[in-house]
């Protein structure tokens, strides 16, 4: 099977972005043909076609059309619909607040992905997708790169910000401030501050504590760290044995953040540590978030649309230009405004040149 999976990006190591490299390797173990789309390449692009999976800028190099779109992003959604245009697509959500994750409304897009309750509850509730259309489907890790650490101490020791937004001007120094009161060495790791790693798997097994949020919490639990929840959103609680199964439902994500961003409530959390309760955690997060699970589940949802779209009666032309009609409708004042801030800087930018050339002028004079 041909699987043409799109994002808006392939350059930051961000969660869709991995998300999209971790599927196509396993569609590729299994025999079937990614092939990945996205407009921005770089490191991310780079690390998948060194796996012999083709990564285009461009969809018309692509000269075969693929069997199934696996959507992520809409505008890049829909112009793989619009390029292919005999072929069904499953659309995914992966964030709350990201524009991006917005899910477009097209004829042949038969089934919608939440990776979350938060992002199922998005999709149904504003923005009116059938509750059938919709599959619950949460994220994964890698068992094979993110293997189990030595067991954790009975007091942390080494701390760590795993995630791509930590800097000075967000929740770094809440979190600094909570492991100095309690002597806590700590390091960064993620894009902000230049230090995001390629291989965070060999990092994580050096801490005991993690300070993180979504798929960067699930690959350190898997590991067997203790993990934190936190993200400039604010703070959630120390994972436990006791809260996993609902905070494994909202991807350890924005939903449960609900504490504000202080280090009194950041030490307190840290202070909720035990070794064989994180250890169990561990155990269990690695018994339910298989990647290879998760590309069954798919391949057997992209056979499912591929069999429903060949036996439906197939929208018309006029539908299809009516949805792409309503999908420009709609992100047409996000391009203007876009556009007009561009005109607004570039103004300010020609004014304050001026009025610098103006002062050297005069200063020149005297």
């Known amino acids: ?5 799109t994002n808006t990006a392939l350059a930051g190591r961000g969660g869709s972005e991995l998300y999209v490299r971790d599927l196509a390797l396993g569609f590729l173990e299994r025999g079937h043909t990614p092939l990945v789309y996205s407009p921005i390449l770089g490191e991310v692009a780079q690390e998948i076609r060194a796996a012999t999976i083709p990564v285009v800028d461009y969809l018309d190099k692509i000269a075969l059309p693929p069997d199934v779109i696996h959507g ?14 005999r072929v069904p697509a499953v659309s995914f959500c992966h964030g709350w607040t990201p ?9 042949r897009i038969l089934r919608y992905v939440a990776v979350d309750l938060t992002c199922r509850d998005r999709l149904l ?24 650490r030595t067991p954790l101490p009975a007091r942390p020791q080494r701390a760590l910000v795993f995630n791509n937004h930590a800097a000075e001007g967000t929740h770094l120094p809440a979190i600094r401030d909570a492991c100095a009161r309690l002597g806590l060495a700590l390091d960064v790791m993620g894009a902000a ?3 995001a790693n390629a291989q965070p798997e060999k990092e994580l097994e050096r801490y005991d504590l993690v300070f993180a949020v979504g798929r960067s919490a699930l690959e350190a639990l898997a590991v067997g760290t203790a993990v934190v929840l936190c993200s400039p959103a604010g703070v959630g609680p120390l994972v436990t044995v006791q809260d996993l199964d609902r905070l494994r439902a909202l991807n350890c994500g924005i939903r449960a953040l609900r504490m504000p961003l202080t280090p009194e409530v950041l030490t307190h959390q840290i202070s909720r540590y035990e070794a064989q309760d994180a250890m169990e955690v561990s155990r269990r997060i690695r018994a339910t978030v298989s990647r290879d699970a998760v590309v ?7 056979q499912a649309v591929r069999g429903e779209y060949d036996a439906s009666e197939k929208a018309g032309a006029d539908a299809e230009e009516k949805a792409v009609a309503s999908y420009l409708r709609w992100v047409a004042p996000v391009v203007k405004d876009a ?20 002062a050297a002028h005069r200063e020149t004079e005297v």
């Open 339 to 358: 556009a007009h801030a561009r005109y607004e800087r570039t103004r300010f930018a020609i004014r304050n040149t001026n009025l610098q050339q103006t």
């Open 72 to 85: 992520q992003h809409h505008l890049e959604t829909l112009t793989a619909l619009l390029h292919f245009p």
């Open 1 to 5: 099977m041909r699987i043409l999976i």
């Open 99 to 107: 524009w991006e994750e917005n899910p477009p409304r097209f004829p």
């Open 296 to 302: 069954d589940e798919l391949l057997e949802l992209y």
């Open 125 to 148: 509730f504003e923005h009116g997708i059938p509750d059938e259309q919709i599959q619950l489907l949460l994220n994964f890790v890698d068992l094979e790169r993110f293997r189990p």
């Open 193 to 195: 501050t230049k230090t």
